[in-house]
């Protein structure tokens, strides 16, 4: 069983930045993937970013891109995603997700542990 951490969520103004980290322990495997998703109020938990084992493949929603960026270190197990130019609608929870698998997919129900979560607001 694997266990996800996530961090680096906080409040932040409009045009910001946050980084936000995802720790992976327990036991890990290789050729796996990784992504962030995130649920606002009242709304369905979304894919953010994704990214394969080695870093050569990655997805991210059109509303992020440009603005997000998700990379990964497999010697430490760790994945991050860097977010600028935040916008209030930004504001969620932001979780961290890893999927025993090597290809990229949106659907939530093939990815096999979730972290628990991080508040990201940003304030207009």
């Known amino acids: 069983q694997v266990q996800l951490v996530e961090s680096g969520g906080g409040l932040v103004q409009a045009g910001g930045s946050l980084r936000l980290s995802c720790a992976a322990s327990g036991r890990t495997f290789s050729d796996y993937t990784m992504g962030w998703f995130r649920q606002a109020p009242g709304q369905e938990r979304e894919c953010v970013a994704l990214i394969s084992w080695s870093g050569g493949s990655t997805y991210y929603d059109d509303s992020v891109k440009g603005r997000f960026t998700i990379s990964r270190d497999n010697a430490e197990d760790m994945v991050y995603l860097q977010m600028n130019s935040l916008k209030p609608e930004d504001t969620a929870v932001y979780f961290c997700?890893?999927?025993?698998?090597?290809?990229?997919?949106?659907?939530?129900?093939?990815?096999?542990?979730w972290g628990q979560g991080t508040q990201v607001t940003v304030s207009s």
């Open positions: 997700a890893l999927r025993l698998r090597p290809t990229l997919t949106l659907d939530q129900t093939e990815y096999d542990s």
